[in-house]
């Protein structure tokens, strides 16, 4: 079952760019400090730069590999955020990042400009659980609390 087939009402994916290869897939699985959850993966290898409009109000991001390590090594995400890794954003300032936070491990909501771990906002326990089950759009939705 595709995510991005079978994504929730509330969602549309708008923008798809193509698929990662598998070098770039395994230079991100080399490169993160956690276990890339396959769901990410399972995306990635469908497209890349998915911009999935929420709601027909904003956009959440979901970045390629390449862009995976480039925007956490700019944004210094580990140095922050010790096992984590951001693997998209929702267009205004904030970074969507699976890490190991204040409620156990799954999909978070920080600014890039505040990444502290007191700061991170569980979205869901997985991207699947937010696109597929809406479960966490309401803090999507709200941008930062």
Sequence with gaps: MSILDNVS???SVDVK?????????????NSSPIDVPLEYLE????????????K???????????SCIEMN???????YLPKSLAIGDDEG???????????GFGLY?????DLDIDEAKMIAP???????????????MSGYV
């Design 9 to 11: 009402n509330l969602y």
């Design 17 to 29: 760019k193509p698929p990662a290869t598998e070098e770039e897939i395994i230079q991100l699985i």
């Design 43 to 54: 995306i990635v290898r469908e497209a890349t730069e998915v911009e999935i409009k929420v």
């Design 56 to 66: 027909n109000e904003m956009y959440i991001r979901i970045w390629s590999p390449t």
């Design 73 to 79: 090594e700019v944004y210094f995400v580990q140095k």
């Design 93 to 103: 300032g904030g970074a969507l990042i699976y890490l190991h936070g204040k409620e």
């Design 109 to 113: 909501l920080c600014r890039f400009s």
């Design 126 to 140: 997985s991207l699947a659980d937010l696109l597929l089950n809406n479960v966490g759009i309401d803090v999507v």
